[in-house]
Structures are given as C-alpha cells and as structure tokens.
C-alpha cells in the first residue's frame, strides 16, 4: 500500500469510501432503471427487439472499451480528478438522454453516461484495494457488492412506478440530482490514493480495444450468427483485433493492459468465471422483463415488484458472502452460489404463457441468490494474488471482461430469442395472431435459457478449481 493510501488509512477513509459507493450507486441505478423500459421504448420508438438492446448494449460496450484506459488513467490524473471527470460525463450523458428526441440521441446519450461509468467502477475498485489490506477486502468489496445491488432492488420498480405514471424521460430526471449531489459531496471528501508516474499513452491498443469488442459483440447481436455472413465477418474481423491486441500488450514496454496478471491461476480462473457469468446474467436480467409485459401482459411496475425480493436478498447477502470468504475462502462460498445460479435457469428453461408469476419469483430470487455468492468472492479471489504495480490492471481487465460479457450476453440471447421466434412463426399456421406471437417469444427464451443452462454447468469447473483460501499479497 502506498503512502498516500496509508495517510488516507489514518484519517478519512470512510468518507472517502462513501463518496465512491454514492458515485457507483447512481451509475448502477440508471442502468438498471433503463432494463424495464426497453419493452416500452419499442413501443415508443417502432423498434425490434436487436434494435433496443443496443441501449444496454452499446451502454456496457462503451465501458468495456474505455476500462482498459482506466489504470493507465490513474496513473495520470489523481483520484479526485479522475471521480469528479468521471461524474460530469455521466451527468452530461443523463441529460442528453432526457432531452433526446429520438432513438439515436438516445443511444448517444447513453454512450456519454458510459463513458463516466467505465472510469468510475474500475476507479473505485482500485482504492479499496489500495485502502483496504487484504485481509479485510472481502468485507470492503462486500460493500460495493451492497451498494451495487441495491439498485436492482429499487430500480426496476421505480422505473415501473414512473413509466405507468410519467413517460421515460422522467427515468432520466429523477436521476440529475443524485448525480450531482455525488459530486459535491466527493469534492468535499475524496482524496487521492494512487502514485502517478505518466506513462506512455498508447493509441493503438485503444484503437485496437475498441474494434476488436466493438465488433466481436456486433456479431453476436446479428440473428442466425452462423448462417449471416455479417455476424461471422465481425466476429472474425473483432477476432484478428483482439489477437494483435494481446500480441501489442506483450511486445511493448508498457502495455495498455498488463496480461502477466494471467500469470497468476487464480487470476485466470477467475476470468473464465466472470466471462460465462457475465454473459448469462445480463442476458437474462434484459430478457425476462420482456417475456413478463410481452407475454404474460404485466405492467411495468407490476415487473418491477416481482424482481425487487431476489435484488433485495441479493443485496443482503452481498456483505455476508464477503464474511465468508475472509473466513472460509472462495471454493465454499463460490460452488454453493454456482449450483443455485444452474438450478435456477434450469427452472427457465420451462416457461411458457402461463407460467405463474410465483414461479418467476421462486426462480429469479435462486438466480440473484446464487449471485451474491459469486460475483465478488470471486473477483477479490482473483486479485488478492496480485503484487501491487498489477492490481490496477487486474482490476481493468476484470472490469473490462465484465461489461464486454454483459455486452456481448445481452446482444447473443436477444438475436437468439429474435432466431427462435422467427423459426416457430414461420411453422405456424397464423403467424400474424397475437396467441402465436406471444408463443414464438416463449420458444425463444426457452431456446435462450437452455443454451444459458448448459453455461452454468460449465461454470462449475473453474469454480471448483479456485482455492479454498486466496492467497495473500
């Protein structure tokens, strides 16, 4: 821990702590304010379903592209510049987005608020690594876990609350003040953690980052991904960029992303967790408020209170999962939370048109259950190994991977659902009726949580694989 850190240690590391999580709250607020409006903002817009995902989409991608920048960032700018940037951006995205008038300055909008939050989430794991020592971090991350999750808690039934009772745009109102009362309150509290040595600043691993995701997640967003020349053409040509990013990372002096963290097993295990999970949960967290107003005719509110108790659950169990480990280790927290996460998409992959919402609550609270045993046991497993010049880097790729998945989950199962709807309605003898367009949707999804079934499974592996303790610095 370096010196700035440990004088920080000494006198104001709770508030500095809080100014962090007040930043990371209203970021994850907005994203998950926006997931029960996409139904709607078809509707609002006239468009399909692989258009308006690019919403979350193009949201996470935004952040996937610009983590990797953010521990050579930190490097150049302090703490406090690095939030308070990091704010203004989001805040002027959110209110773009309000103002739009149409779809594409809503999208931008939503890239601008991107932009903050893919420097603020790496940003703010990276200083409770630098506050905290190791044998504590688990209760930390715990917390960020905690303030994280609370904004599934509220968010999709406060976004169900204003879109029966307002219009969308209020989805972005409601969330200005909030914003800005983060950064007036970082400005009083946040001080700077980190050594800035000004590295080189190199471009073409940007370049690079960004065509490689950018069209690696384009591709699967294509419907048919293997029968369309454009979906396999860019994940072929996102392919070659990801390649020759990883060969630049090991040819040059400072690399905009250290790969020597894969060096390390628990670093590498813990990847290959975020990747599948990642790519899983954000899909199914689009999808279902999609299947429960499309299909089942819930509102948007009536949505958002049977998702609340397994996002309130979830945000429960955040910290207890952090005990846990910082007793246990990550093996006995993570493979019990593993097993709940595969139960639940195997109860999924039953739906149909009249699926009790009993049973989507039953099935929701295992899968977010499960969740709060994985998510951040496995990252601070995943770190805790790293010598301190790596952690930053560590911290970027793990945040990168994770929007990138999320990305890449959301626009793959959307196109799935779209393929497996399209293929039931054209064996259907009156494909036009409302009964069969709300069935064609259900064979999609079930298409979608078989495939996300089987990915579980897979998951276990790794899992098992991980320690029973992390090792310490």
């Not at 930043?23 to 399909?48: C, T």
């Not at 039934?157 to 989805?171: C, K, M, Q, V, Y």
């Not at 690696?216 to 040509?237: E, I, R």
């Not at 009536?302 to 910290?319: E, F, K, Q, V």
Request: charged fraction near 10%; charge should be positive; aromatic fraction near 10%.
């Amino acid at each position: 821990m370096n010196n700035q850190a440990q004088a920080v240690n000494e006198a104001k590391r709770g508030p500095m702590l809080a100014a962090l999580l007040i930043g990371a709250f209203v970021a994850f607020l907005n994203e998950n304010l926006l997931v029960n409006a996409l139904p709607g903002l078809m509707r609002e817009f006239n468009v399909s379903a692989t258009t308006v995902q690019w919403l979350s989409t193009g949201y996470m991608l935004a952040i996937g592209v610009l983590v990797p920048a953010t521990a050579l960032l930190q490097q150049w700018f302090t703490t406090r510049q690095m939030f308070m940037s990091a704010m203004a951006l989001f805040v002027a995205g959110t209110l773009l987005c309000a103002v739009s008038p149409g779809f594409v300055i809503l999208l931008a909008g939503r890239i601008v608020q991107a932009c903050g939050t893919g420097l603020l989430v790496p940003l703010m794991m990276n200083t409770i690594l630098a506050l905290y020592p190791p044998e504590r971090r688990g209760a930390a991350m715990g917390l960020m876990g905690l303030v994280i999750m609370v904004s599934p808690v509220i968010g999709p039934a406060l976004s169900g609350l204003i879109l029966d009772t307002l219009n969308w745009r209020w989805l972005f109102y409601v969330v200005l003040p909030v914003a800005s009362s983060a950064m007036l309150y970082a400005g009083k509290f946040l001080k700077n953690v980190t050594e800035r040595t000004r590295p080189r600043v190199d471009l073409i691993s940007i370049a690079l980052s960004t065509v490689g995701f950018g069209c690696v997640t384009y591709g699967f967003s294509q419907p048919g991904l293997w029968v369309s020349p454009t979906g396999y053409g860019s994940l072929a040509a996102g392919g070659l960029a990801v390649l020759l990013l990883v060969w630049r990372q090991l040819a040059i002096r400072e690399p905009l992303l250290n790969l020597a963290v894969f060096r390390y097993p628990a670093f590498s295990l813990v990847a290959a967790v975020v990747v599948v999970l990642m790519i899983v949960l954000f899909a199914t967290t689009t999808l279902l408020p999609i299947y429960m107003q499309d299909v089942l005719q819930m509102t948007a509110f009536a949505t958002g209170l049977l998702l609340m108790p397994g996002c309130i659950l979830n945000g429960i169990m955040m910290p207890v999962s952090g005990k846990l480990f910082d007793t246990f280790g990550p093996r006995l927290v993570m493979m019990p939370g593993l097993i709940l996460i595969a139960m639940s998409l195997w109860l999924l992959t039953g739906i149909d048109s009249d699926t009790s919402q009993g049973f989507l609550l039953f099935s929701h609270i295992l899968l977010f259950l499960g969740i709060s045993f994985v998510v951040m046991p496995a990252q601070t497993a995943g770190l805790n190994p790293l010598p301190p010049h790596l952690v930053p880097h560590g911290t970027a790729i793990y945040n990168t991977l994770q929007q990138v998945a999320g990305g890449i989950g959301i626009a793959w199962f959307v196109g799935t659902m779209s393929s497996g709807a399209a293929r039931y309605l054209r064996q259907s003898p009156n494909p036009a009726a409302v009964y069969e367009q709300a069935q064609s949707t259900v064979a999609g999804l079930q298409e979608v949580f078989r495939i996300e079934f089987a990915l579980a499974i897979l998951l276990l592996v790794p899992g098992w694989l991980i320690g029973r303790r992390a090792s310490r610095q």
